[in-house]
């Protein structure tokens, strides 16, 4: 765990104003380099600004992007202050939205929902606020934005907060909620509190994300998945070395502790915990180590080391949620390589459960296939088994992802119900 | 609740898990990778990670050097002293055997740079050693470029990078799934920041080449920029050359990589300058981004680093 490294997502489409919110957060926070306002200041004044800076360029990457005023593509930006440093995964919400949405959300700790005060809640920050749920975000923020447009209205805001609260109460896994009334373009409630808004006594976005409480499980609170990577064997035959190299991926493990190997199921003791700066007494996750085990046990890449008595499931049938991200559906019958945490296997559709209406949150009788963006519940058989979790309680081990084998394009998510 | 109830990792410890964690998964997936080593400080970090990863084996793969013949001496000869310490195996590919052999042609007049020509022998060096992934230390945040790249990134035959079809990567998964003649470029220190990367060569005490440390050297002024004189340097009328104390924040070619005004002779003067800077790195350092508002982007779509 580290807490003083927050991961947060925005999604939103072209006219929400994301990347002003982006912008303004960078700018306010004294996170822009001179040369990068330099930047924005001339593309201004090309764009015929005169005199004012477009906070929203300062998130520009490609050509395109610029020429067609759009976002391509997830963006990753960096911003510190002195309490906690900021990973944005920076989504575009108008083309491939589940599959930016979703790749955005899979690291994040929490989800920043932006929601345009004229509109009010639309289809798109339902979709969002349903994909951070499903990818395990218990955090949320909804930025209630443009509130200059709705001349800083508190009827305005308490309308969106009850009709978003009726939509997010469907949804499982969302412990907290954090409302947030803001005109990124004029600044109010970003960094700086907002003067014109004296009603709203809550925290403003920066503070919010400076201070929000990272979903945390102490070490011993959760069981430890070590997926073996590599196994670290000098070749010169002059060392009888042979360590199982990986990331921890949850819990602890400590020196002597008995472990069973997955899915084999043999049993031994950790004999050592090696790193390069020396051996440790115990490790939690996120590290990466390298074990020596007590026995001469059969350990290869792929393989899961845990404690005997906190196994996960070993089977080679799976349910699971799963998103599509590409053009050509996904049917009954369909076969993929699916990665699950070191391991990879080929994998059969068995058949389609349902999807889910993201307005309504039903899931649909079985539908005939899986469209680009569509989200739905998933068999799935495996040609060798999986080592795995539930996804809701444990992100790591619980997740796959699908490869079409023909172009090399990664094509689903899979979250294992 | 206290801070001893809830142990943790600090956020270099994470970064540092995270970069070791992508490299062992291409070591395992991939056939061939190859980690591009240039002597500065994020390959500097790369190779500490290297090591995290695999000692005490060897590494699973060499180390590689695109030497354009224009660097600064102090880098070259740092390279080959850690190369040597660790026991590993470098390639150097030399842009001056691609101009040699009539692969590139070498830009004449005083603004001449082989930065541009480094892609080609990267690539044709690529090929040539069959390498299906290359190790680069890129961040995204050095350039907004940069800050859509994977961390995976898929190149296709032609050495070209496509922003536009990039693969999702979710969680912890890579997908480095190739065909012959592709590979894919892989950057560990995708999210790390510059003053990450100073901060754990100092919690490392990891050795770096002296031109990071402020020195007095001839320099001229060139488009705001401060660049090292040395015997044949070609100078455009009016531009004088006189001695400065500067140190590099960036190691790239002599002829495109400027120095900056610099009083900082420790890596803890370093990490307090780079926290209080105002300029980025390459904004600062690097005319080859200069050149037009998507520079580094065509450089990249090309085959660049």
Known sequence: ?417 | MSVAARPQLSHLRALESEAIHVMREVAAELERPVLLFSGGKDSIVLLRLAEKAFRPAPFPFPLMHVDTGHNFPEVIEFRDRRVAELGERLIVASVQDSIDSGRVLEETGPRASRNRLQTVTLLDAIAEHGFDAAFGGARRDEERARAKERILSFRDDFGQWDPKSQRPELWNLYNGRIRKGEHVRVFPLSNWTELDVWEYIDQEQLEVPSIYFSHERPVFQRDGMLYAWREGTELIDGEEVFQETVRYRTVGDMSCTGGVRSHALTLEEVVLEISATRITERGETRADDRVSEAAMEDRKKAGYF
């Not at chain 1, 004029?186 to 994300?209: F, I, K, Q, T």
Request: some cysteine; charged content about 25%.
């Open chain 1, 1 to 417: 765990m580290t807490l003083d490294l927050l991961r947060f997502t925005t999604a939103g489409s072209v006219d929400d104003g994301k990347s002003t919110l982006i912008g303004r957060l960078l700018y306010d926070s004294k996170q822009v380099f001179e040369d990068q306002l330099e930047h924005v200041a001339q593309a201004s004044e090309r764009r015929g600004g005169e005199g004012t800076l477009d906070l929203a360029l300062l998130t520009d990457g490609l050509r395109a992007e610029r020429e067609q005023g759009i976002t391509i593509d997830v963006a990753y930006r960096y911003f510190a202050t002195a309490k906690r440093r900021f990973i944005i995964a920076d989504c575009p919400g108008h083309r491939q939205y589940t599959r930016n949405m979703v790749t955005g959300a899979s690291t994040a700790d929490v989800s920043v929902v932006l929601i345009d005060a004229r509109q009010g809640v639309v289809e798109q920050s339902k979709r969002h606020a349903f994909i951070s749920a499903l990818l395990g975000i218990p955090e949320m923020v909804i930025a209630v934005n443009k509130m200059d447009l709705v001349d800083y209205s508190q009827d305005r805001f308490d309308e969106i907060v009850r009709e978003f609260s009726g939509f997010v109460e469907h949804l499982a896994g969302v412990e907290h909620i954090t409302y947030i009334p803001m005109s990124a373009l004029n600044g109010d409630n970003v960094v700086d509190r907002s003067e014109l808004m004296p009603w709203y006594a809550g925290p403003v976005l920066l503070d919010h994300l400076e201070q929000v409480e990272v979903a945390y499980d102490h070490p011993d609170a959760k069981a430890a998945r070590f997926p073996v990577q590599w196994v670290v064997r000098p070749a010169n035959g002059s060392s009888d070395y042979r360590g199982y190299a990986g990331q921890l991926a949850s819990g602890a493990l400590r020196r002597g502790d008995e472990i069973t190997v997955l899915p084999s199921g043999a049993r031994t003791r950790i004999a050592a915990i090696d790193t390069y700066d020396g051996e440790l007494e115990e490790a939690m996750a996120p590290m990466s180590l390298t074990l020596r085990l007590e026995d001469d046990v059969d350990v290869s890449r792929g393989d899961l080391i845990c404690h005997h008595d906190r196994s996960p499931v070993v089977d080679r049938e799976l349910l699971a949620d799963i998103c599509w991200m590409t053009d050509e559906p996904l049917r009954s019958g369909g076969r993929y390589l699916l990665k699950h945490t070191s391991r990879s296997a080929a994998a059969i559709v068995q058949g389609i459960d349902d999807v889910v209406d993201v307005h309504t949150l039903q899931r649909s009788d079985p539908p005939a296939e899986l469209a680009l963006n569509d989200i739905g519940r998933v068999r799935l058989r495996t040609s060798t088994p999986l080592v795995f979790d539930p996804y809701t309680s444990n992100r790591r081990t619980g997740s796959f992802i699908l490869i079409d084998e023909a172009t090399n394009s990664t094509v689903g998510a899979g979250m294992i119900a």
